[in-house]
């Protein structure tokens, strides 16, 4: 009988939800999610402001990936309301989290009623039950405060840090140390997941776990306001940098967009990341991994890992 491996994935919401929906699937994998809590856009900004919870957006997203089957309630989870008015723009699934965490007192209890009633295969953690902000230190000398305005920033990040300390929940720390596999990625480099890593205790638990075999899962495309200009090996550098150790393994896609969604990119800012692995000095997995698929919040088509490609390459991986 094959042993079962622990694997914790870190990131925030769409980027992780595409892995945790191909990694799902494999009997032989238990799979614990640790998701950031800086998001400030959208229905989770509005909450996270008006509540003074953490935002739920990136939560919801991966409770969402993990359910078992798309059943009625994973559907009311991700249901938005478009209609004018007070609810325009917010999903059930983060109204239901946000009363839950007023029911019970503190979001990560939230998640976990959540977990039950999605029935969800694994394990959504929020990385802390505290309210941060990540604050960017840019290289033309400005500094900038919150996700929202680090991602509309047209200057290059030189530094990223938190506003002020706080620590990861005890499960978040106890789950990474005893893990047979930490997946960082794929998500915003910045905003996803080395805002994970400046919590206190999770590049420390990292780094204490020298048994576990760590993958680091590049984005596709650049992103406005974070990666322009980025190629694999800034990716790599950054993430080794906050990590505090280098990654075992590096998965990247090799698959050309397009030609018409990739002009549409470069219209935005954006381009595909650039594989230089030459410079690079982990092993580099670099496979066709790309999907395109249509955004419900606009319409356009966008660039996303294929979750069972992606699924099974890292299986692979940590079986190696």
């Known amino acids: 009988m094959i042993e079962k491996l622990d694997v914790v994935a ?12 191909g990694m799902k699937i494999f009997d032989d994998i238990s799979i ?7 998001d400030e856009g959208g229905s989770s900004g509005k909450i996270r402001e008006e509540l003074k919870i953490p935002p739920p957006g990136d ?13 009625l309630l994973s559907k ?17 699934g ?3 989290l946000a009363a839950l965490t007023k029911i019970l007192g503190n979001f990560s209890d939230a998640v976990k009623e959540s977990s039950k009633i999605l029935a969800i295969k694994g394990e959504v953690l929020p990385v ?21 305005e680090i991602v509309k920033s047209k200057s290059r990040i030189k530094e990223i840090q938190l506003s002020h300390e706080v620590e990861a929940l005890p499960e978040v720390i106890e789950t990474i140390k005893r893990a047979d596999g930490i997946i960082i990625g794929p998500g915003s480099l910045y905003t996803s997941l080395i805002s994970n890593l400046l919590i206190k205790g999770v590049k420390e638990s990292i780094i204490e776990n020298n048994r576990a075999i760590k993958i680091y899962i590049a984005n596709i495309m650049t992103q406005p306001g974070e990666t322009i200009g980025y190629a694999l090996s800034d990716h790599v550098n950054e993430i080794t940098k906050y990590m505090g150790c280098k990654v075992d393994y590096v998965i990247a896609n090799s698959q050309k967009l397009p030609d018409k969604d990739l002009e549409r990119y470069k219209s935005q800012g954006s381009e595909q990341v650039k594989l230089d692995v030459e410079r690079i000095d982990i092993p580099v997995f670099a496979e066709p991994l790309l999907k395109m698929e249509v955004d419900p919040r606009d319409g356009l088509r966008k660039a996303r890992h294929d979750s069972e490609k992606l699924g099974k390459l890292v299986k692979r991986l940590l079986r190696w």
């Open 10 to 21: 870190i990131g925030g919401g769409t980027g992780l939800s595409s892995l945790l929906r």
């Open 32 to 38: 614990h999610a640790i998701v950031t809590i800086t």
């Open 59 to 71: 939560v919801r997203n991966n409770l969402i990936a993990l359910a078992t089957d798309e059943t």
């Open 76 to 92: 009311l989870f991700d249901f938005r309301f478009q209609t004018d008015g007070t609810l325009q723009g917010h999903n059930v």
């Open 94 to 96: 983060n109204i239901i």
């Open 128 to 148: 802390t039950n505290e309210l941060v902000r990540l604050v960017a230190k840019m290289e033309d000398g400005s500094e900038i405060i919150g996700e929202t």
